[in-house]
């Protein structure tokens, strides 16, 4: 993925044929993030409907500078479904139960293909005690609400808490050192 | 900037919200601290944050998207981008259940344009169909509680759910009870939590004195009581324009579903039924 020219600045120009490779490239990626919080069919596929729609028309936001497109693609589809979620029933993101949460055993990812933040995210996930590990990957993998990963790791929620913000603020400053940002106008409210 | 020009609190907000969303209660107090631009890129950095972690925790393979949903999107896209958008990747599936006449087109082969030219014309249909409403009522159709928009999605939906054909996918013909011109189907997939109610010929009834709610049998659920599947109306409008299609909306998940039965009950239906009147029902042999 790291070495494919990003498609989303073509999608902006509307290249068609870069729409059909966009959806190609990031089909895979996508339902996957959504299988993974929808619990029925029907909800997945408006999801990703939905989500697709939202990734070409702000296609035009992203900048290879600042992300990856990869990354860029991961970060709308997860918004998404967050908003989604909170339309919902305002509960946590993932479908997971507590009795369904992944095997402690579990590492982190280390494909070559990982883009440039993946791979930082998974170095530093591999340096992080593995109960900060595991706290980060419930949070944000499985969508767990604080209260629920200290209950499942039997730790005390300050624990669980500490854990989580200390991880993405790490990974947050060792991203993005510089102001970079893309331009903020779907962050307000939910995305567009 | 950086993130210690935030407050803690502030910071605190935007990590919930990057990894499991926000209260309401919550959802207002970011809207109220993120005025400033500045505030509103540091909330899209943890996002992209959250997104990094999240494909780094992504050790397994991708789950393939299925072809069906491939095919939509490229329609869609075709739509915005206003042409047909070609993917070298996404050859459609042949529709291994026949679809409803009104959702039929021509009898040619099976063929990527073949599905394509389905969906185009299912919409062209609901266009047209808009147009012609708008101009002569000034109604808008395609508000969310349009009877065309919606009945058309729910039949795409019902043709994709057939034409990927799950290994245990149900599809079975209505018996009437209580209705004896009732007739139709109902199609459910246990594994996709998806299903339809198909109807034909079957009463309309009058939403304010009764309503239809539909009731799921679940073999593997230790419960007397089957599984409330959804409250319904069925329009005469609808009737006539031919059948009605229902999405079937579980209450709870359905482990293995063996019978279905649409009940008629007060509104807004009941959380038991008496079983008294039973226009038809569907079970598996």
Same mark, same amino acid.
């Given at each position: 993925?790291?070495?494919?020219?990003?498609?989303?600045?073509?999608?902006?120009?509307?290249?068609?044929?870069a729409?059909?490779?966009?959806?190609?490239?990031y089909?895979?990626?996508? $339902?996957?993030?959504?299988?993974?919080?929808?619990?029925?069919?029907?909800?997945?596929?408006d999801?990703?409907?939905?989500?697709?729609?939202?990734? $070409?028309?702000?296609?035009?936001?992203?900048?290879?500078?600042?992300?990856s497109?990869?990354?860029?693609v991961?970060?709308?589809a997860?918004?998404?479904?967050?908003?989604?979620?909170?339309?919902?029933?305002?509960?946590?993101l993932?479908?997971t139960?507590?009795?369904?949460?992944?095997?402690?055993?579990?590492?982190?990812?280390?494909?070559?293909?990982?883009?440039?933040?993946?791979?930082?995210?998974?170095a530093?996930?591999?340096?992080f005690?593995s109960?900060?590990?595991?706290?980060?990957?419930?949070?944000v993998?499985?969508?767990?609400?604080h209260?629920?990963?200290?209950?499942?790791?039997?730790?005390p929620l300050?624990?669980?808490?500490?854990y989580?913000?200390?991880?993405?603020?790490?990974?947050?400053?060792?991203?993005?050192?510089?102001?970079?940002?893309?331009?903020?106008?779907?962050?307000?409210?939910?995305?567009? | 900037?950086n993130?210690?020009?935030?407050?803690?609190?502030?910071?605190?907000?935007?990590?919930?919200?990057?990894?499991?969303?926000?209260?309401?209660?919550?959802?207002?107090?970011?809207?109220?601290?993120?005025?400033?631009?500045?505030?509103?890129?540091?909330?899209?950095?943890?996002?992209?944050?959250?997104?990094?972690f999240?494909?780094?925790?992504?050790?397994?393979?991708?789950?393939?998207?299925?072809?069906?949903?491939?095919?939509?999107?490229?329609f869609?896209?075709?739509?915005m981008?206003?042409?047909?958008?070609?993917?070298?990747?996404?050859?459609?599936i042949?529709p291994?259940?026949?679809?409803?006449?009104?959702?039929?087109v021509?009898?040619?082969?099976?063929?990527?344009?073949?599905s394509?030219?389905?969906?185009?014309?299912?919409?062209?249909?609901?266009?047209?169909?808009?147009s012609?409403?708008?101009?002569?009522t000034?109604?808008?159709?395609?508000?969310?509680?349009?009877?065309?928009?919606?009945?058309?999605?729910?039949a795409?939906?019902?043709?994709?759910?057939t034409?990927?054909?799950?290994a245990?996918?149900?599809?079975?013909?209505?018996?009437?009870?209580?209705?004896?011109?009732?007739?139709?189907k109902?199609?459910?997939?246990?594994?996709?939590?998806?299903?339809?109610?198909v109807?034909e010929?079957?009463k309309?009834?009058d939403p304010?004195?009764?309503?239809?709610?539909?009731w799921?049998?679940?073999?593997?659920?230790?419960q007397?009581?089957?599984?409330?599947?959804g409250?319904?109306?069925?329009?005469?409008?609808?009737?006539?324009?031919?059948?009605?299609?229902?999405p079937?909306?579980?209450n709870?998940?359905?482990?293995?579903?063996?019978?279905f039965?649409?009940t008629v009950e007060?509104?807004?239906?009941?959380?038991?039924?008496?079983?008294?009147k039973?226009?038809?029902?569907?079970?598996?042999?």
């Amino acid at each position: 993925m790291t070495t494919e020219a990003p498609l989303l600045p073509r999608v902006a120009e509307g290249d068609s044929s870069a729409v059909a490779k966009c959806l190609d490239r990031y089909k895979n990626l996508v $339902w996957s993030l959504v299988r993974r919080n929808c619990t029925d069919f029907q909800t997945a596929e408006d999801a990703v409907q939905d989500i697709f729609l939202k990734i $070409w028309k702000n296609a035009g936001r992203f900048d290879a500078e600042i992300a990856s497109e990869t990354t860029f693609v991961a970060m709308i589809a997860r918004r998404s479904l967050i908003d989604m979620s909170r339309k919902r029933s305002h509960t946590a993101l993932g479908a997971t139960e507590l009795d369904q949460v992944s095997n402690p055993d579990m590492g982190v990812a280390n494909r070559a293909e990982l883009n440039d933040e993946a791979a930082k995210a998974s170095a530093m996930l591999a340096d992080f005690p593995s109960e900060q590990r595991d706290a980060i990957r419930m949070s944000v993998f499985e969508g767990l609400s604080h209260a629920s990963i200290a209950d499942a790791m039997k730790l005390p929620l300050g624990t669980v808490k500490t854990y989580i913000r200390r991880g993405m603020i790490e990974l947050r400053n060792a991203l993005f050192t510089k102001e970079e940002a893309f331009d903020p106008q779907m962050v307000k409210g939910e995305v567009q | 900037m950086n993130n210690q020009d935030f407050s803690e609190e502030f910071v605190d907000l935007l990590i919930l919200r990057s990894t499991v969303g926000l209260s309401e209660s919550e959802q207002l107090e970011f809207e109220q601290l993120a005025t400033d631009p500045e505030y509103l890129k540091e909330a899209e950095r943890f996002d992209l944050t959250a997104a990094a972690f999240e494909q780094a925790l992504q050790f397994d393979e991708f789950e393939e998207m299925p072809r069906e949903i491939q095919d939509l999107l490229l329609f869609s896209a075709g739509d915005m981008f206003g042409g047909d958008v070609e993917s070298e990747s996404v050859t459609p599936i042949e529709p291994k259940v026949e679809l409803a006449d009104r959702s039929r087109v021509g009898d040619g082969p099976s063929t990527r344009e073949a599905s394509r030219f389905r969906w185009r014309e299912m919409t062209a249909i609901a266009v047209a169909a808009a147009s012609l409403l708008l101009v002569v009522t000034g109604f808008n159709p395609f508000s969310e509680t349009s009877d065309v928009a919606s009945q058309l999605t729910t039949a795409q939906r019902l043709a994709s759910l057939t034409t990927a054909n799950p290994a245990d996918l149900i599809d079975l013909e209505w018996t009437p009870v209580h209705d004896a011109d009732a007739s139709g189907k109902v199609v459910w997939s246990d594994s996709r939590q998806e299903g339809y109610m198909v109807f034909e010929n079957i009463k309309a009834n009058d939403p304010a004195l009764e309503k239809y709610q539909l009731w799921i049998f679940d073999t593997d659920k230790a419960q007397k009581e089957p599984i409330d599947g959804g409250v319904f109306d069925i329009s005469a409008a609808e009737l006539e324009a031919g059948r009605v299609i229902v999405p079937i909306k579980p209450n709870l998940p359905i482990s293995k579903a063996v019978q279905f039965a649409v009940t008629v009950e007060k509104p807004p239906g009941v959380v038991v039924s008496k079983r008294e009147k039973i226009p038809v029902l569907a079970a598996v042999e």
